[in-house]
């Protein structure tokens, strides 16, 4: 059996300001800024073993369970806007269409 290495993952592969990304990296906590069209957020990513409540998802309206990594995003300058998303939510939030709850025989137009 080979030994374990223990080489840091490498960043060349990340979209960071250099190669036309649109987030950089703040303080030493292992917050993201990110620029978006409808704001500037704050991005943390939560791991699982640190996850110890459910939340429930504003992009898909579902109950985050316990001890499952999700992305926690605010605003920059309003700490009280904080929500917990789903990763997958949280990168398709922009390509959503608006909500609309139809009964089941309306028609889609």
Not at 10 to 33: A, C, K, L, N, Y
Not at 37 to 61: A, E, L, Q
Request: net charge positive; with cysteine; glycine share 10%.
């Amino acid at each position: 059996m080979s030994p374990r290495r223990n080489h840091p993952k490498s960043r060349s592969g990340s979209q960071g300001p250099e190669r036309g990304g649109d987030f950089t990296f703040s303080g030493g906590s292992g917050d993201i800024v990110e620029d978006h069209p409808d704001g500037i957020f704050v991005v943390r990513k939560i791991t699982g073993s640190s996850s110890n409540k459910p939340y429930r998802c504003p992009g898909c309206d579902q109950v985050i369970p316990t001890a499952t990594p999700h992305t926690v995003a605010w605003l920059e300058h309003d700490v009280e806007s904080r929500r917990h998303w789903h990763n997958a939510c949280w990168a398709k939030r922009n390509n959503r269409g608006p909500r609309t709850e139809r009964t089941r025989n309306a028609p889609r137009y």
